[in-house]
């Protein structure tokens, strides 16, 4: 049993690869092609499912009940399991579907974004032993006291990392509709090019700034438990894909790896005159009750007509228009004298990698390349891994596109040559 249990594969299909029964019978044959090996597959809700269901329930209601909505969204899973499994046992594969209470995968009690804490990896290894492949429900667990939790968009690609983690696989392979981790989003700039390879931290960066491909917590969880995570094209098997890995294993190439885009940002500048020591306070709680990310805060003083006068200006990261405008509501009805100007209609565009002199002259050579093709740069954030910068909507992919030529991104990515590694998504 222990020899068995050393070769098990991990693998993930995303909502676009069992998006009707056509597809779910090539996956099928993808999973058979790992035999003898034992497979367990992680499966996510059949296409746009997982937003169907969302709709339902705002037709009901304009705020679902996020536990009432976790119990329905995790439905979408449990068709998926069972189509596949049922098709996996005609092809002559014994195969078994579990969801994620039945996977053994314990959670926090966040519903709508709740975080792994534990599997019961037992449970599934038990189940090999009978069975060729096990297909588990993504995106979803349980709270200790049995209430059913869904881990967020994305989520099941956490699920197959974790997985992998506590059945000590080595490699988790994530099957989507690409052939790996473009330089660039594909669909949007023709000369994105994929990646052979790419370390942890800068895929991480890449997902948190806007890029699809794979979850970040995914990506995390990699890292921590030392899985390396291989990002696979469903309709192009044969192809190996993205390996995500740690960097002493990645050989160096090109400083900066990447340009993702965020297409849900938004700037709010707040001004409030007399005394405001508590205005940042108030700001920061009203913000965070609403569901909105914020990224970055800068507060000013300055002197108005001989009155001290205080700006607060926010970044912020947001998925609903509403929650936005009832923040600002919220903060104009307990202070009346407050003035807000918001902009919605951002994009943000990152530049991701470093430059060995840092990463100053790299953001000059951004906000150049922008706004001599006539994009204006409303906002630029730089850390040690990113350059960010607010642009409108509209320039978004132009954006992009400008800074992906500008660091000549889609050059020199054979794994074998010893210059860096670039990636924009």
Known sequence: MESIMNDIKV????????????RIEHVADIIASYKPDPVVVVVSAMGDTTDHLLG??????????????????????????????????????????????????????????????????????????????IVVAGFQGVTDEGQITTLGRGGSDTTAVALAAALNAKECDIYTDVDGVFTADPNAIKEAVPLKEIPYAQCVTLAKNGAQVIHPRAVELGEQYDVVVRV????????????????????????????????????????????????????????NECGISVEHIRKSNSIENGAKCATI???????????????????????????????????????????EFGNAPASVRVIGCLESNGIEVKSVRTGDLAISCLVEKSNAQKAAKLIHEEFDLSNDFDSTTTDELCLIA
């Open 56 to 133: 339902l329930a705002k037709q009901c209601t304009k705020n679902p009940d996020q536990r009432e909505l976790d119990l329905l969204l995790s439905t979408g899973e449990q068709v998926s399991i069972v189509l596949l499994s049922l098709i996996l046992k005609r092809k002559g594969l014994t195969a078994k579907s579990l969801t994620g209470q039945q996977a053994g995968i314990s959670t926090t009690d966040d519903h709508g974004s709740a975080r792994i804490l534990d599997i019961d990896s037992e449970l599934i290894k038990k189940e090999l032993l009978e069975n060729d492949v």
């Open 232 to 287: 696979r094209n469903t309709f192009n098997p044969s192809n190996r894909g993205t390996e995500i890995k740690g960097e002493n294993e990645v050989e160096r190439r090109k400083q900066f790896c990447g340009v993702a885009v965020d297409s849900k940002q938004g700037f709010i500048s707040i001004s409030k005159s007399e005394d405001s020591f508590n205005l940042l306070r108030e700001i920061t709680e009203c913000i």
């Open 313 to 355: 200006q926010i970044c912020f990261q947001y998925k609903d228009e509403d929650k936005v405008s009832d923040a600002i509501a919220a903060l104009c009805g307990k202070h009346a004298d407050l003035r807000v100007c918001s902009e919605l209609d951002l994009c943000k565009v990152t530049l991701v990698g470093c430059d």
């Open 11 to 22: 693998l993930k299909f995303g909502g676009s690869s069992v998006k009707n029964i056509g």
